[in-house]
């Protein structure tokens, strides 16, 4: 839905802005947020497929500073704008990062997609499902930036350390 979406506003609208960002950290974002507890709780922790699929999470201060540029100025044409961080992480890279910042050992228990597919539909019909199945697409393929969007660069922005921000999210929960 987002891809045709933003295929019909990019051929059929004469200025537009499209900003597509990497999978977002910051204070209560949906990512840490759900998996800072589960890492506190439970000695086992799902991942899904090998955990081998990369993507470039980004600091949500360093997508507000673009975004108010882009705001600020003038932009004419079709521009789209892709805001991922310096990092880039396979899943199982960040699992254990994440591990390592809490001190904790924990053990990454193989999920295969369409086993996690069918649990998700499920889940999703009663409500209780801590992961939507558009969020396990994510988990699928890799998620990070190309070479063809403008990126932080345009505006001159230098992304934070994500990994420094991470470590000081996980001592503050």
């Given at each position: 839905a987002i891809y045709q979406s933003e295929k019909?506003?990019?051929n059929n609208l004469t200025n537009t802005i499209i900003v597509r960002p990497g999978i977002v950290i910051g204070g209560g974002d949906q990512f840490l947020s759900q998996l800072i507890p589960l890492f506190k709780i439970s000695f086992f922790i799902p991942l899904f497929g090998k955990g081998l699929s990369k993507f470039q999470p980004v600091?949500?201060?360093d997508i507000s500073l673009a975004i108010n540029k882009i705001?600020?100025?003038?932009?004419?044409?079709?521009?789209v704008f892709e805001f991922v961080g310096?990092?880039?992480?396979?899943?199982k890279e960040l699992y254990n990062f994440l591990a390592a910042c809490m001190g904790k050992t924990r053990v990454f228990v193989s999920i295969p997609y369409t086993l996690a597919k069918f649990g998700i539909k499920i889940l999703e019909k009663i409500a209780l499902s801590p992961l939507n199945s558009e969020q396990l697409r994510l988990f699928e393929k890799d998620n990070i930036g190309s070479k063809d969007a403008k990126n932080f660069?345009?505006?001159d922005i230098?992304?934070?350390n994500l990994k420094e921000i991470i470590k000081n999210i996980v001592q503050k929960t």
């Amino acid at each position: 839905a987002i891809y045709q979406s933003e295929k019909y506003i990019y051929n059929n609208l004469t200025n537009t802005i499209i900003v597509r960002p990497g999978i977002v950290i910051g204070g209560g974002d949906q990512f840490l947020s759900q998996l800072i507890p589960l890492f506190k709780i439970s000695f086992f922790i799902p991942l899904f497929g090998k955990g081998l699929s990369k993507f470039q999470p980004v600091y949500v201060d360093d997508i507000s500073l673009a975004i108010n540029k882009i705001v600020s100025n003038t932009l004419l044409g079709r521009h789209v704008f892709e805001f991922v961080g310096n990092d880039i992480f396979t899943y199982k890279e960040l699992y254990n990062f994440l591990a390592a910042c809490m001190g904790k050992t924990r053990v990454f228990v193989s999920i295969p997609y369409t086993l996690a597919k069918f649990g998700i539909k499920i889940l999703e019909k009663i409500a209780l499902s801590p992961l939507n199945s558009e969020q396990l697409r994510l988990f699928e393929k890799d998620n990070i930036g190309s070479k063809d969007a403008k990126n932080f660069d345009y505006f001159d922005i230098k992304p934070q350390n994500l990994k420094e921000i991470i470590k000081n999210i996980v001592q503050k929960t």
